[in-house]
């Protein structure tokens, strides 16, 4: 079964720093990928950035970038230079090529102090 | 950009009646799409996945006969939740995955469903 994990409800950092969102995920299919996706109050989901399970390398968006440990089943996100509109929710989610499903963590919220 | 348009955004049924969401992506075929549930400041659960032309799966704890959901066309998914209750108020949204691009998901702007 797909479960994502995210064991931080609430994050908060101060603008122009650094936070990182943790998340974990179990699956035992070896085709999946992994996603942050951003929720404003407007509720509009809004994608952050993906990474694929066979890629090695991190990916990274502008400030946004992802540490992706395969083995420790972890994706975490980090955003640096943290900006006021970065203030949302924030959901880790995991789909694979057999399940065909998307599936969501818990969710942070993140506040950004002035 | 893949834009996927979901109407109502929001709507206030009383108990007893039927409410119909659709969800229509606009300028790409979606072969698959998702509806999820989102209670106030908690996850998106999955509700059930739709492919255009069959009936939809359905997740666990998930009353099908209460959510009715109906993919007939590639750009159109409808959720209609019959004999709604107080308890059916929740946020829906719906997702459409790009046909051919097995990880490309766009999500509809959300349905508000209130039921009095």
């Known amino acids: 079964a797909q479960t994502v994990t995210q064991s931080q409800p609430e994050m908060s950092v101060q603008e122009a720093e650094t936070v990182t969102l943790s998340c974990t995920y179990d699956?035992?299919?070896?085709?999946?990928?992994l996603f942050w996706y951003k929720q404003p109050p407007s509720r509009q989901m809004i994608l952050v950035i993906r990474q694929e399970a066979y890629k090695q390398q991190n990916a990274t968006e502008n400030r946004f970038s992802v540490n992706f440990q395969k083995a420790a089943k972890s994706f975490s996100l980090k955003i640096s230079d943290s900006q006021l509109g970065d203030a949302a929710m924030y959901f880790c989610a995991e789909t694979s090529y057999n399940t065909d499903k998307l599936i969501f963590g818990t969710g942070t919220r993140l506040q950004v102090f002035p | 950009g893949a834009v996927v348009s979901q109407h109502p955004s929001w709507v206030i049924c009383k108990s007893g009646t039927s409410v119909k969401i659709e969800c229509r992506s606009l300028?790409?075929?979606?072969?698959?799409m998702f509806w999820y549930r989102q209670f106030p400041k908690q996850s998106l659960m999955l509700m059930a996945t739709?492919?255009?032309?069959?009936?939809?799966?359905?997740e666990q704890g998930v009353e099908k006969d209460k959510f009715l959901i109906n993919h007939a066309s590639l750009t159109l998914s409808t959720l209609t939740v019959t004999s709604a209750h107080p308890e059916d108020s929740s946020f829906y949204i719906c997702?459409?995955?790009?046909?051919?691009?097995?990880?490309?998901?766009?999500f509809g702007s959300g349905t508000r469903l209130t039921v009095v």
């Open positions: 699956t035992s299919e070896s085709d999946y990928y």
């Open positions: 739709s492919n255009e032309g069959s009936k939809a799966t359905y």
């Open positions: 300028d790409f075929q979606a072969t698959t």
């Open positions: 997702s459409a995955r790009l046909s051919g691009n097995r990880y490309g998901y766009t």
